[in-house]
């Protein structure tokens, strides 16, 4: 079987049985891949949702403020997926429990079981999180299944960064309602609608890793114009991350990136990468000297003036170790930790996911996590060769490397992200697999 060139695979629709592209070592081929007809308002539900992540913070103007974009189309694509998706139907029903998200549901159940002994005053702040999580794990548990389809997983995530793309510009161009600026010690940082400067950071460098990843594979767009237009529309989305100030936002971005820089079995695409490598970096170097704060706070870390880190730091350390296996409690560890930290009225965030899970549960409920997360990297580790190429592990890099500054285990994208991981992976071994028996029902042939 001689490889082919793979087609657009941002064209075509969702048949119930039609030819896919499959690769096998890297190499793809034309196979009859059998794909079940996604319903129609599922697929545009999804889209929606994914769209509506960087508008996240937006105001609605007709809800309250529990209430966002996200959690409206979120709504809309669970209620789809289940009138569709269940043992009634009669054609689909519900997805397995994969097994990161079964480590996820261990780490929820410990969660839940810290609720029993939590204090009334806390309650309400706890029901919050709970909620928060149960939808989480939910999307996940969906979205691992339905992100299996390639197809549709690129045009999810095509949507979230086009959306992030969107907000950038509307950054740039400083429409009313789109930039907040933050006067600091050290400058200014620019935000946008209700954000956090480190979030919006993260979104961006997400938005600006899909696209990069979407021109490099094979498959993803065909025409070089359209693969420099993709390039070229992580410049803005470069521009803001660098504007907000974020340390930790461009240090995640620059290390998924460097997942597209390891070598290539194409020359060419070697060549691409070379010229993108140096556009970004003269890019990056072009928006610091114009914006300078972003450089001032790397400097502030390399010269250890990082003072009320070092305290949150030490503060998570040392509760960590008065409680290591039950942790203290959700909710209840934020009061604690801005106590020791010097805030007595104030609460405050571990600034480090790993931290913030054994101070939350403990040993007891952050392994299972923790198991879940590494899993979710080595499915994007096993995609690698598939028809997403390196793109799940490109985000899955630049997620876990956030969170190494910051807490993003409650937050969508993140869980987006170990969603396409997921789905990518077990993609990629099923395609192999039939790959492998098309080969070898060749040679028996000859």
Same mark, same amino acid.
């Given at each position: 079987?001689?490889?082919?060139?793979?087609?657009?695979? +941002?064209? !075509?629709?969702?048949?119930?049985? $039609?030819? @896919?592209? =499959?690769?096998?070592?890297? @190499?793809?081929?034309?196979?009859?891949?059998?794909?079940?007809?996604?319903? +129609?308002?599922?697929?545009?539900?999804?889209?929606?949702?994914?769209?509506?992540?960087?508008?996240?913070?937006?105001?609605?103007?007709?809800?309250?403020?529990?209430?966002?974009?996200? #959690?409206?189309?979120?709504?809309?694509?669970?209620?789809?997926?289940?009138? &569709?998706?269940?043992?009634?139907?009669?054609?689909?029903?519900?997805?397995?429990?994969?097994?990161?998200?079964?480590?996820?549901?261990?780490?929820?159940?410990?969660?839940?079981?810290?609720? =029993?002994?939590?204090?009334?005053?806390?309650?309400?702040?706890?029901?919050?999180?709970?909620?928060?999580?149960? /939808?989480?794990?939910?999307?996940?548990?969906?979205?691992?299944?339905?992100?299996?389809?390639?197809?549709?997983?690129?045009?999810?995530?095509?949507?979230?960064?086009?959306?992030?793309? =969107?907000?950038?510009?509307?950054?740039?161009? /400083?429409?009313?309602?789109?930039?907040?600026?933050?006067?600091?010690?050290?400058?200014? $940082?620019?935000?946008?609608?209700?954000?956090?400067?480190? &979030? +919006?950071?993260?979104?961006?460098?997400?938005?600006?890793?899909?696209?990069?990843?979407?021109?490099?594979?094979?498959?993803?767009?065909?025409?070089?114009?359209?693969?420099?237009?993709?390039? !070229?529309?992580?410049?803005?989305?470069?521009?803001?991350?660098?504007?907000?100030?974020?340390?930790?936002?461009?240090?995640? &971005?620059?290390?998924?990136?460097?997942?597209?820089?390891?070598?290539?079995?194409?020359? *060419? /695409? !070697?060549?691409?990468?070379?010229?993108?490598?140096?556009?970004?970096?003269?890019?990056?170097?072009?928006?610091?000297?114009?914006?300078?704060?972003?450089?001032?706070?790397?400097?502030?870390?390399?010269?250890?003036?990082?003072?009320? *880190?070092?305290?949150?730091?030490?503060?998570?350390?040392?509760?960590?170790?008065?409680?290591?296996?039950?942790?203290?409690?959700?909710?209840?560890?934020?009061?604690?930790?801005?106590?020791?930290?010097?805030?007595?009225?104030?609460?405050?965030?571990?600034?480090?996911?790993?931290?913030?899970?054994?101070?939350?549960?403990?040993?007891?409920?952050? =392994?299972?996590?923790?198991?879940?997360?590494?899993?979710?990297?080595?499915?994007?580790?096993?995609?690698?060769?598939?028809?997403?190429?390196?793109?799940?592990?490109?985000?899955?890099?630049?997620?876990?490397?956030?969170?190494?500054?910051?807490?993003?285990?409650?937050? #969508?994208?993140?869980?987006?992200?170990?969603?396409?991981?997921?789905?990518?992976?077990?993609?990629?071994? $099923?395609?192999?697999?039939?790959?492998?028996?098309?080969?070898?029902?060749? #040679?028996?042939?000859?």
């Amino acid at each position: 079987m001689m490889p082919l060139s793979p087609p657009n695979s +941002l064209s !075509g629709d969702f048949g119930p049985a $039609r030819p @896919e592209w =499959v690769r096998v070592n890297g @190499e793809p081929f034309a196979a009859p891949v059998l794909r079940r007809r996604i319903p +129609l308002v599922v697929r545009w539900s999804m889209f929606g949702l994914a769209a509506s992540l960087p508008f996240e913070a937006a105001d609605l103007g007709f809800a309250s403020s529990s209430f966002s974009l996200a #959690k409206l189309f979120g709504l809309l694509f669970v209620a789809s997926y289940f009138f &569709f998706y269940n043992p009634l139907s009669g054609k689909r029903n519900f997805p397995e429990l994969n097994l990161p998200l079964r480590c996820f549901l261990g780490y929820f159940l410990i969660f839940l079981v810290h609720g =029993v002994f939590l204090e009334l005053n806390y309650l309400a702040r706890y029901l919050s999180v709970i909620f928060t999580v149960a /939808q989480l794990l939910v999307l996940f548990w969906i979205g691992a299944s339905l992100l299996q389809n390639q197809l549709l997983a690129r045009r999810v995530l095509f949507a979230y960064a086009l959306s992030a793309l =969107v907000l950038a510009f509307g950054m740039l161009l /400083q429409l009313p309602g789109f930039v907040v600026v933050i006067e600091g010690r050290m400058g200014e $940082r620019f935000t946008s609608l209700e954000y956090n400067p480190n &979030f +919006l950071a993260f979104s961006m460098a997400l938005a600006a890793l899909i696209f990069a990843g979407l021109a490099l594979e094979q498959g993803a767009v065909r025409r070089t114009y359209w693969k420099w237009l993709l390039f !070229g529309a992580m410049l803005p989305l470069l521009a803001v991350i660098v504007r907000t100030g974020s340390r930790a936002g461009l240090a995640a &971005f620059a290390v998924g990136f460097a997942v597209y820089m390891a070598p290539w079995r194409d020359r *060419r /695409q !070697g060549k691409t990468l070379v010229v993108l490598a140096i556009l970004v970096l003269l890019s990056i170097g072009a928006l610091v000297a114009a914006h300078p704060t972003i450089l001032t706070r790397f400097e502030e870390t390399y010269a250890g003036n990082i003072v009320s *880190r070092q305290q949150i730091n030490m503060a998570s350390l040392n509760m960590v170790l008065e409680r290591p296996l039950f942790g203290w409690q959700p909710v209840l560890l934020w009061e604690e930790l801005g106590r020791r930290a010097g805030q007595l009225w104030r609460t405050k965030d571990a600034h480090n996911s790993l931290f913030h899970l054994l101070l939350e549960v403990g040993v007891l409920g952050a =392994v299972p996590f923790i198991i879940g997360v590494y899993l979710c990297l080595r499915a994007a580790w096993r995609a690698r060769n598939g028809a997403m190429g390196r793109l799940p592990l490109a985000l899955m890099v630049c997620a876990l490397s956030a969170n190494l500054a910051h807490t993003y285990i409650t937050r #969508k994208p993140q869980w987006l992200v170990m969603a396409v991981a997921v789905a990518a992976g077990a993609a990629a071994q $099923r395609d192999a697999r039939l790959a492998r028996m098309l080969a070898l029902g060749s #040679k028996l042939r000859n």
